[in-house]
C-alpha cells in the first residue's frame, strides 16, 4: 500500500539526517520500477514553516516542497535533527504542526536530535526514544522520556526514533521492510549498496 512520507526540514537541520532516509524511500520506488512491480509508489515530499529555502547545518540549500498551510495529508512523517532543533524546540508553530501531523500518521519518526522536537510537540512524550550520543545527557535531563543510548534505532508503539546522522538510513530500511516487506527491504539495501565498512573505525 502506498504511502505518503512527509521530510520535515528547517534551517540548520543536519543534511544526512534526512538525506539519507529519502534516499532509501525513493530507491524503494526505483527497486519496484526494476522489477515491474505494479504497486503504486510511496510519495516523498519534503515540508517546511513557509515553503521555499532552507539553509541546512552544513551549507546545503533545499527548496521545500510544501509549507505547513499546504502539506497534503500525511501517513509517515520524519523530523530530522541538527543545531536548528535547539531553536525549533522554542517554535509554537512547529510544535503545533508536527502534534496535528502526527495524529494522523501510521509511523512517525525522528532522526539524532529530531526526538527533542518529537517529544516536545507530544507525540513521543513518555516513550522510549533515542538520539545522537552527544545529546543523550541533555534529552535524559528533560525528563519527558526515556532515552536509550548504544543503540541506532528505537521503536516505541508508531514511534521510531533514530541515533545520530547515518542511523537515520537504518531507521529508514527497517521501516521500508515494515511497510513494503523484509524481501523489498533488502533488495533497496542492495540497490544502494548500503554495507557500512568505514576505513577507520571510531574509538570508543
Not at 107 to 116: D, H, K, M, Y
Amino acid at each position: 500500500m502506498a504511502s505518503t512520507i512527509a521530510i520535515l526540514i528547517f534551517d540548520d537541520a543536519e543534511e544526512l539526517d534526512f538525506v539519507g532516509p529519502w534516499e532509501v524511500f525513493t530507491m524503494s520506488n526505483e527497486v519496484r520500477d526494476h522489477a515491474n512491480d505494479p504497486a503504486q509508489k510511496d510519495r516523498v515530499l519534503t515540508v517546511s514553516q513557509h515553503g521555499g529555502e532552507v539553509r541546512c547545518a552544513k551549507g546545503m540549500r533545499v527548496i521545500a516542497d510544501h509549507s505547513f498551510a499546504d502539506c497534503p495529508p500525511v501517513d509517515v512523517l520524519l523530523i530530522p535533527g541538527g543545531r536548528g532543533t535547539r531553536r525549533e524546540v522554542e517554535n509554537h508553530a512547529m510544535l503545533a504542526w508536527i502534534a496535528k501531523t502526527a495524529d494522523g500518521c501510521t509511523w512517525i519518526t525522528s532522526v539524532c536530535t529530531g526526538s527533542l522536537l518529537l517529544i516536545e510537540s507530544g507525540p513521543a512524550a513518555g516513550k522510549r526514544v533515542t538520539t545522537h550520543w552527544g545529546f543523550v545527557d541533555q534529552l535524559m535531563a528533560r525528563g519527558k522520556a526515556t532515552v536509550l543510548k548504544n543503540i541506532r534505532y528505537v521503536r516505541d508503539g508508531n514511534i521510531v526514533t533514530a541515533a545520530g546522522v547515518s542511523a537515520g538510513i537504518d531507521m529508514a530500511l527497517w521501516l521500508v521492510g515494515q511497510m513494503h516487506g523484509v524481501a523489498h527491504a533488502r533488495n533497496t539495501q542492495k540497490a544502494m549498496e548500503y554495507d557500512p565498512a568505514p576505513p577507520y573505525a571510531a574509538e570508543a
